[in-house]
């Protein structure tokens, strides 16, 4: 029985993490402890697989191990923030020093646990990241003359009203809270696509997407939003020209 259905709620997705740990013991342990609490759990072992994994699939939330053989725990974390990958990420860490808790922190985490740590404890922590990813979104984006309402789903360029469609709204929105980043179409394709199996590319369907958006966008404006980054992938900014 799941945590949801323990507490009579509508059953929804379950909310999918990844366990970043090489001791097998201790990633069994996780693994066991967190599918019985009612997540979806991915276990790698290295921070290679990792990062390769969070590349292609969509996380809830990463419970990351600091000390990993090879590229460690603070890489991982370092090139998903660089990346533009804003998955909550709560670390682990066996070091117990001020050192480690700053350089995590800076690096990009939401939250520390340091071990050994109670099982009750690290489940406060990760419902904690999850839900503040969540609700860390902001419900009102303002861009020169775009405004984008996440609560009613609805944006508008100068004053006049878009009419989007529900995928083409999702894909202003993610590009409105990356504003002046360059977002690639993997990026695209995983957190606004929500794809995680992928056997073909989205990359035409992300094109054609992303030029109707624009033509709603941008036609008759004098300064445009929308710009393509050749080679790379999409930004909402405005034109330096
Ligand atoms: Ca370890």
Redesign the pocket.
């Known amino acids: 029985m799941t945590a949801q259905e323990r507490l009579g709620e509508e059953p929804t997705r379950a909310a999918r993490l990844l366990v970043v740990?090489?001791?097998e013991k201790v990633a069994a342990a996780l693994r066991k402890g967190l599918e019985r609490d009612g997540y979806e759990v991915v276990v790698e072992g290295t921070g290679e697989d990792a990062y390769f994994r969070l590349g292609k699939e969509g996380f809830d939330a990463v419970v990351l191990?600091l000390?990993?053989p090879g590229r460690d725990g603070l890489e991982v974390l370092t090139t998903m923030r660089q990346q533009g990958l804003d998955t909550p990420v709560l670390v682990l860490t066996a070091r117990d020093s001020l050192d480690d808790r700053v350089v995590g922190l800076d690096a990009g985490a939401d939250d520390y646990l340091v071990k050994p740590f109670a099982f009750a404890e690290l489940l406060a922590r990760i419902r904690a990241v999850a839900r503040r990813g969540r609700g860390a979104e902001p419900g009102e984006i303002t861009v020169e003359s775009l405004s984008i309402d996440h609560s009613t789903r609805r944006a508008d360029r100068a004053g006049q009203p878009l009419e989007l469609t529900a995928k083409e709204f999702d894909l202003l929105y993610y590009l409105a809270l990356h504003v002046g980043q360059v977002v690639s179409r993997d990026t695209l394709a995983r957190e606004v696509w929500r794809d995680t199996a992928r056997s073909t590319t989205l990359d035409n369907v992300i094109d054609v997407h992303i030029s109707r958006l624009r033509r709603k966008v941008d036609q008759h404006h004098p300064v445009r939003l929308i710009q393509t980054v050749r080679g790379v992938g999409f930004a909402l900014r405005e034109d330096s020209e």
């Open positions: 740990e090489d001791e191990d000390n990993l």
